[in-house]
């Protein structure tokens, strides 16, 4: 299960909180998510610190993401080395 949240954020970029495990059908639910905060000229940041595990689905994701401008934080370890 992955939860994702919106927190408010006072400048330009839209910031969503993920915790839980990026799989399977969460990884459309991100997608999704990261399109609607994003809306428009909005820059979006990814706060990753609770995202315990991600699969190769969820980790093609964060990269397609991050390719797009997305600004991904707080990644664990683990996280940041299959982002490489």
Known sequence: MLKISQPPSPDDR?????EGRLIG??????RGAAAAAAG???KLDLDLAGVTFADEEGVAALRALRQD??????????????LR
């Not at 839209?14 to 993920?18: D, K, P, S, T």
């Not at 059908?25 to 991100?30: G, H, Y």
């Open 14 to 18: 839209a910031l969503l909180v993920l």
């Open 25 to 30: 059908p969460w990884v459309a639910e991100l």
């Open 40 to 42: 428009g000229a909005r």
């Open 69 to 82: 401008g997305v600004r991904l934080m707080a990644a664990s370890g683990f996280l940041t080395a299959l």
